[in-house]
């Protein structure tokens, strides 16, 4: 479900950035199609903010049934003006944008005390500028001639950044998998980080098991603006629904983190995890140290202890997180369908975007998982033409001249 128009702005209340997506009245409250698997690597290769969007626009509308759209669906004209209630949107800020979109999951943790990581990706300052020139909702020009047959969708780009991140570690783990990884080893060679036990779980007040961490998207308390005490209840289905799809809804506080454990009967290990202590607010805290780089990320944690027993073996603990989330995105009953390269179809159609992408990965007979060798991105690749190394030419390219020199 191609979409060719969509703007990019700011939403005043919460500060953060979202999308707005036109989209046919008739493609509303259908069901959800198929993913390309070419859409679907745009995002897994998206490095800026602009092919990120881009990347958005092609795979088409988060959500696309009723219930989730009632309060988020306008009619462009009146988006625009203001006479809708809900959102007041404004101006995108260059800044605040790169902030809430840079985050690299495939980034090498650094060799000190924490859980800071070293980004290998690129900040894209320069393509970031271009969406904004290009897409700014605000700059748009009269829309009313959509009105009739169009309608706007505003998407939290906060959730398009959390679906990519999430997909692309899960997928990292089937590929490590796929290649025979170390049993021992795997969560970390996925660029988890193993919780140091004498730092991070007295800061954070999470559990004595041991547990491993990985940043995954930005931290929405932890923003320039508009912080106050009412950050602690942040409204996670309101802002974010597709990341509030996935979670428990009672919040778990501490004196410095929210936590959101994993929704379903015994996904208790699974947490998302969001600092409390921003930059502004660390004065309000007594005797915590300020981690202002770290404090920028919500963290997916998962716990050894899963069900009340200890898993040490970091393979049974990945496979466990793994089937956590088939519960919740693929289903596991399945149904015979008895169209050929598509057999078996989950009993449940997808419901957003998420369970769309996860249905393809979980599910995909003419494609494999593939790591690339150089940049550790996993996307989908074919299966003809033999096995790749590789996630693109330039990743190729770049490796053989690294690898040369030496």
């Known amino acids: 479900m191609h979409t060719d128009q969509i703007y990019i702005a700011r939403d005043g209340k919460s500060g953060m950035h979202v999308l707005v997506r036109i989209l046919a009245v008739d493609d509303i409250r259908v069901d959800y199609p198929q993913i390309d698997p070419d859409n679907f690597n745009k995002l897994m290769m998206a490095r800026d903010v602009k092919s990120l969007v881009l990347a958005a626009r092609d795979l088409g509308p988060m959500y696309i049934s009723a219930d989730i759209l009632s309060r988020r669906t306008f009619i462009p004209s009146h988006l625009q003006q203001g006479i809708e209630c809900g959102f007041n949107l404004i101006p995108p800020n260059l800044e605040s944008l790169l902030s809430e979109c840079y985050f ?8 000190i005390a924490g859980i800071g990581y070293r ?8 393509a970031t500028r271009e969406l904004i020139n290009e897409l700014d909702f605000t700059k748009a020009g009269d829309l009313s001639y959509l009105d009739s047959q169009f309608r706007a969708i505003v998407e939290p780009l906060h959730d398009w950044v959390f679906a990519r991140n999430l997909l692309s570690i899960l997928m990292r ?3 490590l998998y796929r290649s025979g990884a170390d049993p021992d080893t795997i969560l970390e060679a996925a660029r988890f980080r193993q919780v140091n036990p004498m730092v991070l779980k007295k800061r954070f007040d999470i559990d004595t098991d041991t547990c491993y961490a990985i940043p995954i998207a930005f931290n929405p308390i932890y923003r320039m603006e508009n912080l106050a005490d009412k950050d602690i209840s942040f409204d996670a289905l309101q802002f974010c629904p597709l990341y509030g799809s996935l979670i428990d809804k009672k919040n778990s506080f501490s004196r410095t983190a ?14 998302f995890l969001a600092p409390l202590e921003a930059s502004r607010f660390k004065n309000r805290l007594d005797n915590h140290e300020s981690h202002s780089e770290e404090n920028k990320w919500r963290y997916m944690v998962v716990s050894s202890n899963t069900d009340g027993e200890a898993i040490n073996n970091q393979m ?11 519960e919740i995105l693929f289903q596991p009953q399945l149904a015979y369908t008895g169209i050929k390269m598509a057999e078996i179809t989950p009993e449940r159609k997808p419901r957003n975007i998420l369970e769309a992408m996860w249905l393809l990965v979980r599910n995909h007979p003419g494609y494999y998982l593939l790591t690339c060798k150089r940049c550790m991105r996993t996307v989908f690749s074919g299966t003809q033409g033999g096995e790749r190394s590789f996630c693109s030419n330039s990743c190729r390219a770049t490796w053989s001249k690294e690898h040369s020199v030496k």
């Open 104 to 111: 690299d999951p495939y980034a090498i943790p650094d060799e």
């Open 119 to 126: 980004a290998i990706g690129r900040t894209g300052k320069k």
């Open 173 to 175: 783990i089937g590929g």
């Open 258 to 271: 929210v936590e959101n454990h994993l929704k379903g009967p015994g996904n208790e290990f699974m947490k």
């Open 316 to 326: 049974q603990l990945a496979n466990r997180l793994l089937q956590a989330f088939d």
